[in-house]
């Protein structure tokens, strides 16, 4: 991979960007964007999937991987645009693409008739079975039986529209690495910094939408009134549309020819086999993997057994987003230079700790608080966007010239693709222990023992992965080192692609059949067998 050795160290030509003036502050709003619509879709996944339309635990865990499904496919999207451009030009108009297909499936979701909630009355979600058994079975007697197989549909356009928004964030990426690789060492990092630290502000004000749009009774709420699911979706759809335009006229971009198909992919294959590549890539997996496995039962739990209101729900979400905010802001001031391996095993080790105190106080029923369970996570969010700030820089690192759609695509699709994996890990592994909602609102000992389980479990998932932590270099230099002198290996290279490729199709075949009541009992889904 070419390197450019200038005198400040930075990795290409130009200066270091203005990310305001007019030919870059169209980048800063394609994130702006993405985030909106990134956090309003899995946000209706509590309120609506959860508790409207009552789905099991496991069925939500698979919808808020589904919608986060096509993050797994930003390499294809970079190869599609660095090799085709339109009318010579390789990000804009796959943005405006991109978002005419997200706002096209908004504007279908808006169209969509939504079944009656299955509590016929919002206060049959919270009758306690063993001190009134009989008021229980009268509430499921009239309770909406269909609505928990109706949830799938949703779900799907969902995932339809994350494709086009992912789109444009990828091609908003391949600009990014551009104008990061413009700036020197010393300050290398800022740009992401800035794009990061929008499109997460924009998150906080997608959740505030769903927290107030979807809080009412039906959806577990407090408020007399709320929005439907295809009033909200029409809302964002119009919402969006002004991103359009501003894609295209407010983002400066050179005219490019387009790249023989052959040599490209031969230029991708010699990158992926170098050590750099395939040694970062490996870490990313498998780390990733194990550390993104969690437990079937917190949605459930977090419904019948803590009674967390949406609007609570999404308030903690929007601190706790806030704290990821701060992560990103103060890495991207006064962590340039950190050690990555340490500050990744600090800040998991304070995360497990933080975790562990407020999941087993409720589980055990030692004391439960809404604010309890939803407040000393918050904590959480501030090593999470450290940590992803530092995933960042290393990509950066490695992205050559003329490839860097499909590269920082590939390098950032496998740390996507490694959750829709660790979820059906996750969704297996818990498939061993009874944890359906029924099951949970009984609150035995047994019920609470099977939940710890599956949450000491995860716990030692997330320690396992810091073990991969000797193939991460510990900062910036260092990975130009392994970058210029790590050599290349067609073995590992070939390996790489096989296991990355196993994995995407495991995880969109498992998690596809995993959404749909008549396949959902398949083991392979994470069920116990049909």
């Known amino acids: 991979m070419k390197v450019v050795d200038l005198e400040t160290g930075a990795l290409r030509e130009g200066g270091a960007p203005r990310l305001f003036s007019r030919d870059h502050i169209g980048v800063l709003a394609q994130y702006a964007t993405v985030g909106l619509v990134d956090a309003v879709m899995p946000a209706t996944i509590y309120p609506f999937l959860q508790n409207y339309l009552n789905v099991s635990g496991t069925t939500a865990v698979t919808a808020t991987t589904l919608v986060a499904l096509p993050w797994s496919f930003k390499v294809f999207y970079g190869i599609l645009s660095d090799c085709v451009p339109i009318r010579g030009y390789r990000r804009r108009p796959y943005m405006v693409l991109g978002w005419m297909i997200c706002i096209v499936m908004l504007f279908l979701m808006g169209c969509m008739t939504v079944d009656k909630p299955y509590w016929n009355r919002p206060e049959d979600a919270y009758i306690d079975r063993e001190h009134d058994p009989l008021a229980y079975a009268m509430a499921l007697a009239r309770a909406n ?83 439907t699911f295809p009033m909200l979706m029409l809302s964002l759809a119009f919402w969006i549309l002004p991103i ?13 020819e387009p790249a023989t198909f052959s040599v490209y992919m031969r230029e991708l294959w010699s990158a992926i086999q170098t050590r750099a590549v395939h040694q970062i890539m490996f870490y990313q997996f498998f780390s990733g993997i194990f550390a993104g496995i969690t437990y079937t ?28 905010l701060v992560g990103i802001a103060v890495t991207g001031k006064f962590g ?53 700030l530092i995933g960042t820089f290393v990509t950066i690192e490695l992205v050559g010239e003329g490839n860097e759609g499909a590269m920082y695509g ?28 029924e099951r949970i609102q009984e609150d035995t000992e047994q019920v609470r023992l099977d939940i710890s389980y599956t949450i000491l479990i995860m716990y030692a998932t997330n320690v396992i992965s810091w073990m991969f932590l000797v193939f991460l270099p510990p900062q910036k230099a260092e990975t130009q080192v392994l970058k210029r002198t790590g050599g290349s290996s067609k073995l590992l290279g070939g390996l790489t692609i096989a296991y990355v490729a196993f994995a995407l199709l495991w995880s969109i075949t498992t998690n596809i059949l995993g959404i749909f009541e008549s396949t959902a009992c398949l083991v392979i889904a994470g069920g116990k067998g049909c």
């Open 410 to 437: 590939l390098l950032t699709t496998v740390s996507n693709l490694s959750s829709p994996f660790a979820a059906t890990l996750t969704k297996i592994i818990d498939a061993h222990w009874d944890l359906s909602n």
């Open 297 to 324: 039962s917190s949605s459930p739990v977090q419904r019948y057994l803590v009674h967390v209101t949406p609007i609570n729900s999404v308030i903690s979400g929007i601190v706790g987003t806030f704290a990821f």
């Open 145 to 227: 039986k269909e609505a928990p197989t109706s949830g799938g549909k949703y779900v799907l356009v969902m995932m339809f529209s994350a494709f086009g928004y992912v789109m444009s964030d990828v091609c908003a990426d391949g600009i990014v690495v551009e104008l990061a690789q413009r700036e020197p060492l010393n300050v290398r990092g800022r740009t992401q910094s800035a794009v990061y630290s929008t499109r997460t502000a924009f998150n906080i004000v997608g959740q505030l939408i769903v927290g107030f749009a979807f809080n009412g009774r039906e959806y577990g709420g407090a408020f007399d009134f709320a929005l």
């Open 244 to 256: 359009i335009p501003i894609a295209w006229f407010f983002i400066n971009e050179k005219k490019h």
């Open 336 to 388: 340039l230079h950190w050690n990555w391996r340490a500050m990744i095993v600090l800040t998991g080790a304070l995360v497990i700790f933080l975790d562990a105190i407020t999941t087993f106080v409720t589980i055990w029923d030692i004391y439960r608080s809404q604010w309890f369970w939803l407040g000393l996570p918050i904590a959480i969010n501030l090593p999470a966007g450290i940590n992803f």
